[in-house]
């Protein structure tokens, strides 16, 4: 069983940065894919980015590739979620996840966090 408590969310002005973070409790961290998610109001949950056990493979979806950095430290169980250039429509409660064999599907993943609200003001 692994606990995952997510940090770092915030209010911020389009172009900004923020750093979400993911803690990992109990459980196997390092054998578990990590991913992240997103789910702006009235609208479903969306895939961000995952990465590999390793870290050696990494995912994004097309909205964010080249603004948001995915990575992960296994000795310190920790994941983290760089997002760069922030855009309105990047507003929304960010979710990390873990375990699963589809880096893509929010419905392979076991574990989830509780969130943490991202909001991009224009």
């Known amino acids: 069983q692994v606990q995952l408590v997510e940090s770092g969310g915030g209010l911020v002005q389009a172009g900004g940065s923020l750093r979400l973070s993911c803690a990992a409790s109990?459980?196997?961290?390092?054998?578990?894919?990590m991913g992240w998610f997103r789910q702006a109001p009235g609208k479903e949950r969306e895939f961000v980015a995952a990465i590999s056990r390793s870290g050696g493979s990494t995912y994004y979806a097309d909205s964010v590739k080249g603004r948001f950095t995915i990575s992960r430290v296994n000795a310190r169980r920790m994941g983290a979620l760089q997002m760069n250039s922030l855009r309105p429509e990047d507003t929304a409660v960010y979710y990390c996840a873990a375990n699963s064999n589809d880096p893509y599907s929010s419905g392979k993943y076991g574990y989830w966090g509780q969130g943490t609200q991202v909001t991009v003001s224009s």
């Open positions: 109990g459980g196997s961290f390092s054998s578990y894919l």
